[in-house]
């Protein structure tokens, strides 16, 4: 599955392998997002508490997503042909949730 999956996540497949040695009994998980391009950056600024793992940080007072002006990274095409593609990998996902 590993190699199935190799350029169709943001990990690189040496990473994955890695996690999943690591901590074998612990399942990865594969989440599907659509990431889209900002038309203008958002600052944000940082604080102590962002410092060591990173991996769930409290990003309250930044603006609403819905209301910030953004573009989709893929074309409609394009992401459905990876959602497909990495479904079909994984034994297929949940319909996805769209947030705008």
Same mark, same amino acid.
């Given at each position: 599955? /590993?190699? =199935?999956?190799?350029?169709?996540?943001?990990? =690189?497949?040496?990473?994955?392998?890695?996690?999943?040695?690591?901590?074998?009994?612990? %399942? /990865?998980?594969? /989440?599907? /997002?659509r990431?889209?391009?900002?038309?203008?950056?958002? $600052?944000? %600024?940082f604080?102590?508490?962002?410092?060591?793992? *990173?991996?769930?940080?409290?990003?309250?007072?930044?603006p609403?997503?819905?209301?910030?002006?953004?573009? %989709?990274?893929?074309?409609?095409?394009?992401?459905? =042909?990876?959602?497909?593609? =990495?479904?079909? $990998?994984?034994?297929?996902? *949940?319909?996805?949730? $769209?947030?705008?």
């Open positions: 599955m /590993l190699d =199935a999956l190799d350029g169709k996540v943001v990990w =690189a497949r040496d990473y994955v392998e890695t996690r999943y040695r690591w901590k074998s009994r612990d %399942p /990865l998980h594969v /989440l599907a /997002l990431v889209h391009r900002l038309d203008e950056p958002v $600052v944000v %600024p604080r102590d508490e962002y410092g060591g793992c *990173t991996s769930w940080v409290d990003l309250s007072g930044l609403d997503p819905a209301s910030v002006a953004s573009t %989709p990274a893929l074309s409609d095409v394009a992401f459905d =042909a990876r959602y497909k593609g =990495a479904g079909e $990998v994984v034994g297929g996902f *949940t319909p996805p949730v $769209v947030e705008r």
